[in-house]
C-alpha cells in the first residue's frame, strides 16, 4: 500500500539540527506509485540557502583542521548508523521515488559500500617530495580541503550520490550544502540523521530541500562555495558549468546519457539478453547510464530481438515490495509524459514497437522499438524511461561509429567473444566507461566514474575524489 504521511518529514539540516524554511512553507513528496503525499518538506528559498552556506563557511574553519583518524572514526560510525537504519532507508527508496525493492536494497549496500569506503579515503590525502634545483632547499607538495563543496543530487539514486558525494567532501576535510532533488527530500533528511547521530562536528553537513530552478543558482553562484558536484541533466549541467566560470569554481557534472550497446554475432546470447535487460530496464530505465541503443550484427538480429522481447515481455511489474518485481512507476507526471511522448513519436513516424507501449496505472510496459530513424525523437534524445531502439548493422565497424555518433558519452558495452575487437571497442567507444560482456549499467566506490561531452565533465570516486576535493600546495624549506 502507499505511505500516506501528512507529517512534517523533510526538514532543512543547518548547523546540525533540524528547521522550517525562513518562510515557514512546504512543498508534498508524493509517491510515485498513486502520486499520494508521501511526506512534507521544508520549502527552503535563497535566504535559507544563504544560511547554509554561511554556516558551512564558518565550520569549515575548524572542520578543516580536523584530523584524519577523527574523521575516519566519524565516517565508520556513520556507516554503523546507517546499517542499523535500513529498513527506513529502504521503505523511503520505495515509496518515495518508486524503486522496486531490489533495486532499493542494490542502491542502499552500494551506498553503505561508498561510505565505509570514504573512510578510508581521509589518511590518503597525501602530498610528496620533489627533487629541487637548489641546494638545501626541500621541497615537497601537499593537499589542502577545498572549503565548501555544493553537492546536486538527482531523485533516482539519491541515496548513492547523497552519500557519495558528501563522504567524499567531509572525508578530505570539507564542509557541505546538500541540494537533493525535490523528489527525494526524505532520503536526505535520514542522511543528516545518520551523520549527526555519528557525531560529525554540526555545520560541516546542511542540507536546504526544495526546488533547484529556485535556489540552485544561489547555492552554485555563491562566491564562498570552492567546489560544485552535480548529477543531473546536460542541460541544467551546462547552465551550473557557465554560472561555476564565473567564479572560477571547479567543478564536476555527471549528466544524462545515450548509452550504446554492441551485440556482435559470436555473442553469448545467454547471458547477453539478461545484461541487456538490466542495463535499460532496471529501475523502469530511469538511469543515466541506461543502455537506450542497441546495435546487433544482422545475421543475428531477428533471433536477437525475439530474445530481447520474449525476456523484456517477462519482467514482473508486481508490488514494489516483492523479491522479483523489476518495473515501478514513473517518478512523476512530467516524465510520463516525456516517455510516452517518445514511443508515440517514433511509432507515428514509421518505428516498430516489438513489445510495450502500454502502461499499468504509473508504470511503463518495457518497450522495444525497431526501424527507428534520424527523425524520430528517441534516436538522440535521452528518454529516462524503459524504452530501447535496436538497430542492425553490417558490421563491427558500423556498429562502432554508429556508437560514437551522438553528443553524449557516459557508459558503453560490447558483447563479443573475440578479445581483439572488444579491447579495441573499450579503447575507441567515445564514452567515459566501456564494459565487455557485462551491462552499460555499472558502479563501484573507487573507480573513476563519469562521461564526456554532453555527459559530463570530471570523474566522481575515491581516488578522483581525492584529487577534485582537494587543493594542491608546493611548500619549499630552505636548509
Aim: glycine content about 10%; charged content about 20%; hydrophobic content about 40%.
Amino acid at each position: 500500500m502507499a505511505k500516506d504521511n501528512t507529517a512534517f518529514e523533510a526538514a532543512i539540516w543547518i548547523d546540525g539540527a533540524p528547521r522550517a524554511a525562513r518562510s515557514g512553507e512546504v512543498f508534498d513528496s508524493l509517491n510515485p506509485e498513486d502520486d499520494s503525499v508521501y511526506c512534507r518538506a521544508a520549502h527552503g528559498g535563497p535566504q535559507d540557502m544563504l544560511d547554509a552556506v554561511a554556516c558551512a563557511k564558518a565550520t569549515f574553519v575548524t572542520y578543516g583542521e580536523t584530523l584524519a583518524k577523527d574523521r575516519e572514526r566519524w565516517l565508520q560510525k556513520a556507516a554503523e548508523v546507517m546499517e542499523s537504519r535500513k529498513d527506513a532507508f529502504v521503505d523511503a527508496l520505495i515509496d518515495e521515488i518508486g524503486s522496486p525493492r531490489k533495486k532499493a536494497d542494490f542502491e542502499f549496500n552500494k551506498a553503505l559500500g561508498m561510505l565505509r569506503a570514504a573512510a578510508g579515503m581521509c589518511r590518503h590525502v597525501t602530498g610528496k617530495t620533489l627533487p629541487g634545483d637548489y641546494p638545501g632547499r626541500f621541497s615537497m607538495s601537499i593537499r589542502k580541503p577545498r572549503g565548501v563543496v555544493a553537492c546536486i543530487t538527482p531523485f533516482n539514486v539519491p541515496l548513492i550520490k547523497g552519500i557519495r558525494l558528501t563522504a567524499h567532501a567531509l572525508a578530505t576535510g570539507n564542509t557541505v550544502v546538500l541540494l537533493p532533488s525535490e523528489m527525494a527530500p526524505h532520503v536526505s533528511h535520514l542522511i543528516a540523521e545518520v551523520y549527526a547521530e555519528a557525531g560529525i562536528p554540526a555545520g560541516a553537513f546542511n542540507v536546504v530541500t526544495g526546488f533547484g530552478h529556485e535556489i540552485g543558482d544561489t547555492l552554485t553562484g555563491h562566491p564562498d562555495v570552492d567546489f560544485v558536484t552535480f548529477t543531473g541533466s546536460s542541460v541544467v549541467g551546462q547552465h551550473i558549468n557557465e554560472l561555476c566560470a564565473r567564479n572560477k569554481t571547479p567543478v564536476t557534472l555527471e549528466l544524462g546519457g545515450k548509452s550504446p550497446v554492441v551485440v556482435l554475432a559470436d555473442a553469448d546470447m545467454s547471458k547477453t539478453i539478461p545484461a541487456i535487460c538490466h542495463g535499460i530496464f532496471t529501475y523502469q530505465g530511469q538511469v543515466c547510464m541506461g543502455g537506450s541503443r542497441i546495435y546487433v550484427e544482422r545475421p543475428i538480429f531477428d533471433n536477437f530481438v525475439q530474445a530481447f522481447a520474449k525476456a523484456a515481455s517477462s519482467l514482473p511489474m508486481g508490488d514494489l515490495r516483492g523479491e522479483n518485481t523489476i518495473i515501478g512507476p514513473i517518478i512523476s507526471d512530467r516524465q510520463r509524459g516525456r516517455v510516452r511522448s517518445h514511443v508515440e513519436d517514433a511509432q507515428s513516424k514509421g518505428a516498430t514497437v516489438v513489445i510495450g507501449g502500454g502502461w499499468s496505472g504509473n508504470r511503463p510496459e518495457p518497450t522495444i522499438l525497431t526501424g527507428v530513424t534520424e527523425e524520430m525523437v528517441v534516436c538522440r534524445q535521452e528518454t529516462f524511461g524503459p524504452v530501447a531502439s535496436v538497430y542492425a548493422v553490417d558490421s563491427y565497424d558500423e556498429a562502432l561509429a554508429k556508437a560514437n555518433d551522438t553528443n553524449y558519452g557516459l557508459s558503453a558495452a560490447i558483447f563479443t567473444q573475440d578479445i581483439n575487437r572488444a579491447l579495441h571497442f573499450a579503447q575507441n567507444v567515445g564514452a567515459g566507461m566501456a564494459h565487455v560482456n557485462a551491462s552499460p549499467l555499472h558502479d563501484e566506490p573507487h573507480v573513476p566514474f563519469g562521461g564526456t561531452g554532453d555527459s559530463g565533465v570530471g570523474r566522481e570516486g575515491t581516488e578522483a575524489d581525492l584529487e577534485a576535493m582537494t587543493e594542491m600546495k608546493w611548500v619549499t624549506i630552505q636548509l
